[in-house]
């Protein structure tokens, strides 16, 4: 490393963010032998730990144990006294948070840490709370943060984020939810199962807009079922406050509407966390307010990488992880082929009840790109282990290459389909087809076994 690292720098790499991005980065940089420091003001952890994942994940198991307990009686049982202690809930959820983020806490402290605000002075250097900094490369994974939508009288009536809304200790009587993309859908479905009123406000003509129709439309209706108000490509005007209440004026079907609630939930995204870094004195090219990026994560400065939701690429983890994977490789290993992330893969999964999962290509996308393919589905209504279940909602899809039947994408609405992607994108990892698919052993009854039958289908449909 000795002739690759100039010794004129304070450190071989700076990562700035200490979230999932950041910190894989800064591993597989150090175990390549790289002086590696991380600059994060805190709290330490990422948005993953603190503010996003895991804590969206423990609290959503508390309704769907409250959904099924009002289930109670269509499976024979009888329960009495339900209720839920929304502090109690928060509180379980913070004693899980507290144990992630110490982990994650841990790991960063094997680096060089500099506790505060990264701003970049040059291409080379960043001021760390007064300090001058340099090193001979740099990886932004500063994140994302809340959009601010500029809805004539929302900021006068206040509300509430997604950071707020996994915080709160007591519910309001009721809540408007703005926008309906799986982090709105997600605590919309937690706070109705614990006995809010929900109303959710979405733009689009289906709630989560960025999947195929057909994969959200089971989700719609098990709101719908479960007592949502949901209102659909809709325009909002303005907002204004009605006594306790904060009122919401929209346009929905042709009609203009008012929805009311003691809450407002604005779930309108997220933006790249780019503001004050800096990025013009490092000559750093933006779009809008995204790092540009290719697929070696290098942006416009060749040494300089940008990973995770600060590159608008994917808001996921994972990729994000796999990003500062190939970031880490690519920075201490300049002569040898570089790394780019393969999105063949791309996993997406939505924690609501029915769950949504896709994996790599979508309908959607096929039909943008002029991708040729076939598809065939089933429904969970006709599969015998969710109906014993009682999980009904839903289907699952798969796409395949019309002559040689390798699966392209999956997409899928119904019980524990997070779990059951799984089996496909390892499949498709070996670029396998619906053959392959049809023809591994599948135990009866399970939920696995449902994804056979469109994989039968398909198999006797490719043109090979």
Known sequence: MGTLWSMKFDHDMIVLGGGSGGYAAARTARDA???VAIVDPGPLGGLCILRGCMPSKAILRSSDIM??????GEFGLRTDGIGADLGAIMERKDRLIREFADYRIEQLRGFTLYEDYGRFLSSHQIDVGGRTLSARTFVVATGSVISHVPIPGLDDVGYITSDEALDLRHPPASMLVLGAGSVACELAQFYGRIGVDVTIIQRSHHILSGLDEDLARPVEARLREEGFSLFTGTQLHRFERRDSLKVAHFSHAGEEKTAAAEAVFQALGRRPNTTNL???????????????????????QPHIFAVGDVNGVHEIVHIAVLQGEAVGFNATHPDEPQRNVDERLTVEVTFTDPQVATVGLTERRCQQQDVPYLVASY?????????CLGETHGLVKILCHPQTG??????LCGPEVGELVHELAAIMYFRGSVRDLAAIPHYHPTLAEILTYPAEELAEAVND
Not at 67 to 72: D, E, K, Q, V, Y
Not at 286 to 291: A, C, E, K, P, V
Not at 379 to 387: I, Q
Not at 406 to 411: D, K, P, S, T, V
């Open 33 to 35: 032998g790289a002086d």
């Open 67 to 72: 959904s099924l307990m009002r289930r109670a």
């Open 278 to 300: 800096g990025l013009d004195r490092a000559g750093v090219t933006l779009d809008q307010q995204r790092i540009c990026v290719d697929g070696e994560m290098r942006t416009s």
């Open 379 to 387: 429904p969970f209504d006709d599969h015998g282990k969710s109906m």
């Open 406 to 411: 390798e699966i392209l994408g999956a997409g």
